[in-house]
Nanobody, 115 residues
Framework: QVQLVESGGGLVQPGGSLRLSCAAS????????MGWYRQAPGKQRELVAA???????HYADSMKGRFTISRDHAKNTVYLQMNSLKPEDTAVYYC?????????WGQGTQVTVSS
């Protein structure tokens, strides 16, 4: 099993920045990719960004240029740097770890972009 703990959410004004962190523990040797998803009220959960063990990165189109995902293997942690935040970025952000067709999710962290 893999356990994921997110941190770093909060309230930020439009145009501001936040950095989310996700620390993995447990059977981390299994993990192939880690990523961030988000779910806004009344909407489906959607991919934000993901990074594989080899370092390949994928971003959702609407996040390109504003969000940056990075992975610190030594700390078993993945980060999401979010810049130029917009009200439509308001959502619960979930960390995800994937391996061999199996997934693990964090508990989620709320990000609210509002003036």
């Amino acid at each position: 099993q893999v356990q994921l703990v997110e941190s770093g959410g909060g309230l930020v004004q439009p145009g501001g920045s936040l950095r989310l962190s996700c620390a993995a523990s447990g059977s981390i040797w299994r993990i192939n990719s880690m990523g961030w998803y988000r779910q806004a009220p009344g909407k489906q959960r959607e991919l934000v960004a993901a990074v594989t063990r080899a370092g390949n990165i994928h971003y959702a189109d609407s996040m390109k240029g504003r969000f940056t995902i990075s992975r610190d293997h030594a700390k078993n942690t993945v980060y999401l740097q979010m810049n130029s935040l917009k009200p439509e970025d308001t959502a619960v952000y979930y960390c995800n770890a994937a391996w061999a067709g199996t997934y693990s999710w964090g508990q989620g962290t709320q990000v609210t972009v509002s003036s």
